[in-house]
């Protein structure tokens, strides 16, 4: 039986004072489709912005413009983000990008190598955003595990200047076959992009405000299901109540979670607060987290429902993390009470499989990782 418990609460308006770029102004968001990137819509759309979200295949995502009002969005195809020149006619008359898509080889052979190639089109957006000469604000989104990797046997200070340099030595290192590196390779990745791309931004100093979000795993509501299913790290959560994958979930190790409406909110607070916020790597970290406890959590919620992964007790993250930036600015847009926590985040994701399995979809399309 699906779950029937779920009613998620923290899903408070987003309130805007005195934003530097006014509402109603047109928004860039790359990968409307996905996870982070449609929730973020919805909160732009809210806060009474107008935006244009890209996708590769327009006739698949058409469902995003029944979600939308027509008048504050529409779709913008571009199949492919590495021919050259692409970026241009999606940025005519944009006053901030959101940008939600990046690399996604799990395994790279050639870390070095797919960085290169991944840096070229990402830096073809940064410049186009440049020459169009109305972007006055880019959040480009990383990821924690560019920052870190995870080990809840160690106790680490992160801050704004580190970077995942043990992950970056294990995937060149050519004595050990990728796969057997976990997942090191894409955490490498996830570096050495960001890396080039603070390169390219302290070189050429655009006249925008530029920001990164780092964020860890993302764990929430879905804006779609029955179009999205459960993506992402979404879909890692209903693995569990599905009983599947225990040993991918293991090789997440504890670490931080941020809940996916929050993170759609610090998107439009950093947007909007350019160019006092400018330059900044924002953590969005808000609670830590293992699957384990998320498994926890389920079972006490739904204790009729008897599948459940075989996940590790692995432990509890001794990360010091500097999310406090990120706390302000949700306050900024009307998020007095803080971070989201982690059971309030995981009840909010279990809504995305009742809205399926009540509709008799169960199958391993709608427990994906995008």
Not at 54 to 71: C, I, M, Q, W
Not at 100 to 128: M, R
Not at 189 to 216: C, H, M, S
Not at 221 to 234: N, R
């Amino acid at each position: 039986m699906a779950p029937s418990k779920t009613n998620p609460t923290h899903l408070s308006p987003v309130v805007l004072t005195n934003p530097t770029i006014p509402p109603g102004s047109l928004i860039l968001v790359t990968g409307a489709n996905g996870l982070n990137a449609s929730n973020a819509i919805s909160s732009l759309i809210q806060a009474g912005y107008r935006v244009r979200g890209t996708v590769r295949s327009a006739s698949k995502t058409a469902y995003l413009t029944d979600l939308f009002p027509a008048s504050q969005f529409s779709l913008f195809e571009i199949p492919d983000v590495t021919s050259p020149g692409c970026w241009t006619p999606a940025l005519k008359d944009v006053s901030g990008v959101i940008h939600c898509i990046g690399a996604t080889d799990i395994f790279p052979s050639d870390v070095d190598a797919v960085a290169k190639d991944e840096l070229k089109w990402q830096i073809d957006l940064l410049s186009s955003a440049r020459s169009a000469g109305t972007v006055t604000s880019f959040v480009l989104t990383s990821s924690a595990w560019a920052a870190w990797t995870p080990d809840p046997s160690k106790k680490v200070t992160l801050s704004q200047s580190s970077w995942n340099d043990q992950a970056v030595s294990l995937a060149r290192d050519k004595s050990i076959d990728a796969k057997q590196k976990g997942l090191a390779g894409y955490m490498a990745l996830k570096t050495l992009v960001e890396q080039g791309i603070w390169e390219w931004v302290n070189r050429e100093n655009p006249p925008y405000a530029f920001n990164a979000l780092l964020l860890d795993t993302v764990i929430g509501s879905v804006l779609s299901p029955k179009h999205q299913g459960v993506p992402s790290t979404a879909g890692m959560v209903h693995w569990i109540w599905e009983g599947k994958h225990a040993d991918m979930l293991d090789g997440v190790l504890p670490q931080w979670h941020i809940n996916a409406g929050d993170a759609a909110k610090l998107y439009v607070a950093i947007l909007a607060s350019s160019p006092q916020v400018n330059r900044e790597r924002i953590f969005g970290f808000g609670e830590r987290f293992s699957f384990y406890k998320v498994k926890e959590i389920l079972q006490r919620e739904f204790p009729e429902h008897k599948v459940w992964a075989d996940v590790t007790d692995n432990g509890w993250d001794q990360t010091t993390v500097p999310n406090e930036r990120g706390a302000e600015l949700l306050r900024r847009v009307g998020q007095t009470d803080g971070w989201t926590g982690l059971e309030e985040s995981v009840l909010e994701n279990a809504k995305a499989w009742e809205e399926l399995e009540s509709k008799g979809v169960t199958d391993d399309r709608y427990s994906r990782l995008n």
